[in-house]
């Protein structure tokens, strides 16, 4: 697991230096198991925090599969191989170990809040569960130790290593282009990344084909529109052509989005699963 991976390191640079935590606007679920074991932890008044709980989705194609006519075959090493398998229903067997995995999940997230904050077992599934808190009710629940921002952060840090002297450096330091600009912008960017990142690595190339070509075509179009609108060579004239050419191929792009994602929930199902602590509404 990342968030354990990422806690075990910090516990290492602990053992050398002081470890203190301004968490956002949100630090829950793995922000805050990796918080947890700080020396100190600030948070905003509205960060959101704790979410201590854990659940899991799978994507599963069978009903769509079986609509197309498509079938797979399978050689098993173990009982439960197929378990990972989007072609195939969820045997019992799986469910009951992948329970089982998120359940020991829990334990330990519960346990490293527990040693980390100083709090009882007893008292952290009390407002653990999967509940969210604001920092001002974090910290009445001893999640953090006080509300302040990254500026109060530096100081706590400098005086837990007696420093009176410092310089500070943000990090890291990006120049953004045009390109990227406008990656912020797209919708499809963000819709195709955030699927196919939850995918199997063999579906990624299915996604890729079910993507339309008009809409990688209006996608190019208004990328072109965006550079001609924020090139100053251009008149004002043009410039205003441009900028309702850009709306209407937007207005098209957004419902072409939309229709692909209602085809996209038709078709495709995500198996929940839910354990004893925490119950997922997909």
Do not use: C
């Amino acid at each position: 697991m990342i968030s354990d991976i990422l806690w075990r390191a910090l516990e290492d640079a602990k053992k050398k230096k002081p470890l203190v935590v301004s968490m956002g606007n949100v630090a829950a679920s793995g922000g805050y198991y990796i918080a947890s074991g700080a020396d100190k932890v600030f948070a905003d008044p509205l960060t959101i925090t704790g979410s201590i709980g854990v659940f899991a989705t799978l994507p599963n194609f069978k009903g769509f599969t079986d609509q197309i006519g498509i079938n797979a075959e399978h050689v098993m090493t173990h009982k439960n191989a197929l378990g990972y398998s989007p072609f195939e229903s969820l045997s019992d067997g799986f469910r009951k170990s992948t329970r089982k995995s998120i359940k020991h999940v829990y334990e330990t997230f519960k346990k490293r809040v527990s040693e980390g904050r100083g709090l009882p077992l007893n008292a952290v599934e009390e407002i653990a569960q999967g509940r969210v808190w604001t920092g001002v009710q974090a910290k009445e629940n001893g999640l953090i130790d006080e509300l302040g921002g990254l500026n109060q952060a530096i100081e706590a840090a400098a005086e837990l290593a007696e420093i009176d002297s410092y310089n500070l450096t943000s990090y890291p330091k990006v120049e953004t282009d045009i390109d990227d600009l406008f990656g912020l912008m797209n919708p499809l960017g963000l819709v195709k990344n955030k699927i196919k990142s939850s995918l199997p690595k063999e579906l990624k190339t299915f996604l890729e084909a079910s993507i339309s070509q008009e809409i990688q075509t209006l996608e190019f179009k208004l990328k072109f529109l965006s550079h001609l609108i924020l090139n100053k060579r251009m008149n004002q004239k043009d410039k205003s052509l441009a900028h309702q050419i850009f709306l209407y191929l937007a207005a098209l792009f957004i419902t072409s989005l939309v229709v692909s994602n209602l085809i996209f929930q038709k078709f495709f199902y995500w198996y929940p699963f839910e354990s004893t602590l925490l119950k997922s509404s997909l």
